[in-house]
């Protein structure tokens, strides 16, 4: 099993840019949520989605927006990329129970 | 693990020794609480969970014990190695959907 993959590992986009960072698990998973950290901070939930077909809000959802494309996948898109933007951002799937299991992060810088 | 900005709290510890890693929660409604690891480049990765009824909870080479009175949680390892050295978060979550609150971390250097 690769468990949480994420593309790309890194990406810069100048202001106004918009892209999508695409995430997969293979592990049947239900729930799936996109994070982002800054630097010496914790993580902040940007979206998530509790199962397929549903998506929600988490702490920090301006700028974002989110697709459930079915089980497995679950892509973070922004629409028109803001310096603040700029992070490091990982995505998590969590079977029933607590444990989330992240991928490797995408790096974003956007200038 | 007090949130201090860009500069996160770093705890030194001899290879050996046993470390102590702190941590204040916010919200007493809390229902479970989740200690992970990140090394550098990598993502967070499980360590051990605790629910809010429980005091005390052990893995392998690790405790976490949890003080509701004072909204405390520790993460103590046994016998730390080189391979221990990364950041710890300490998470808190209050519903079954996972949604998780983050500490800032702590920085743990073991030094030999």
């Known amino acids: 099993n690769a468990g949480v993959t994420q593309t790309p590992k890194f990406q810069v986009l100048k202001t106004g840019q918009s892209m999508t960072l695409q995430c997969a698990q293979d592990?049947?998973?239900?729930?799936m949520y996109w994070y982002r950290q800054d630097p010496g901070m914790g993580l902040r939930l940007i979206y998530y989605?509790?199962?397929?077909?549903?998506?929600d809000k988490g702490e920090v959802p301006n700028g974002y927006n989110v697709s459930r494309l079915n089980k497995r996948e679950f892509s973070l898109r922004l629409e028109s990329a803001a310096p603040s933007q700029t992070s490091v951002y990982f995505c998590?799937?969590?079977?029933?129970?607590?444990?989330?299991?992240f991928g490797p992060g995408t790096r974003l810088t956007v200038t | 693990g007090e949130s201090v900005g860009l500069h996160l709290p770093t705890l030194s510890v001899q290879e050996g020794d046993n470390s102590i890693i702190n941590c204040a929660y916010s919200?007493?409604?809390?229902?479970?609480f989740i200690w992970y690891k990140q090394e550098s480049g990598k993502g967070p990765q499980f360590i051990i969970d605790?629910?809010?009824?429980?005091d005390k909870r052990q893995g392998q080479r690790v405790t976490v014990l949890l003080n509701k009175t004072v909204k405390h949680l520790s993460l103590q390892i046994a016998a730390t190695q080189p391979g221990d050295s990364a950041v710890y978060f300490c998470?808190?979550?209050?519903?079954?959907?996972?949604?998780?609150?983050f500490g800032a971390g702590t920085q743990v250097v073991v030094t030999p």
């Open positions: 919200n007493s409604a809390s229902d479970y």
């Open positions: 592990m049947n998973h239900n729930s």
């Open positions: 989605s509790a199962s397929e077909g549903t998506t």
């Open positions: 998470a808190e979550g209050t519903d079954s959907w996972g949604k998780l609150q």
């Open positions: 605790i629910r809010s009824n429980m």
């Open positions: 998590a799937s969590k079977p029933v129970g607590y444990e989330q299991y």
